[in-house]
């Protein structure tokens, strides 16, 4: 079954940084989603297949970078300047273009990310 599985999540201080990885199909756009609790699960990135295409929600603009290495099956989420409000579980996940709200197969467990002020 389709499913990304992600890593790299931790504890940070406010200003920090964290790199969260995803093994992921090199086939497909990749999304990476948070989710905080008691808030719904949100879209902060996505990447393209060949990585001509990145997006990024207002929140985390300016502030992370999604890359992928096909070759290795991995996407990246560098977060720098990292705030409180960026706690949550991350999960990545696979899509058929980043303009899609489809995501194929399942949620993986996801990481998580704690940053203390």
């Known amino acids: 079954q389709l499913q990304a599985v992600e890593s790299g999540g931790g504890l940070v201080q406010s200003g920090g940084s964290l790199r969260l990885s995803c093994t992921a199909h090199?086939?497909?756009?990749i999304g990476w989603f948070r989710q905080a609790p008691g808030k719904k699960r949100e879209e902060i990135s996505c990447?393209?297949?060949?990585?001509?295409?990145?997006k990024y929600a207002d929140s985390v603009k300016g502030r992370f970078t999604i890359s992928r290495d096909n070759a290795k099956k991995m996407v990246y989420l560098q977060m720098d300047s990292l705030k409180p409000e960026d706690t949550a579980s991350y999960y990545c996940?696979?899509?058929?273009?980043?303009?899609?709200?489809?995501?194929?197969?399942?949620w993986g467990q996801g990481t998580q990310v704690t940053v203390s002020s």
């Open positions: 090199s086939s497909y756009a």
């Open positions: 990447i393209e297949i060949n990585s001509a295409s990145t």
């Open positions: 996940a696979h899509k058929a273009v980043c303009d899609s709200s489809t995501i194929f197969g399942s």
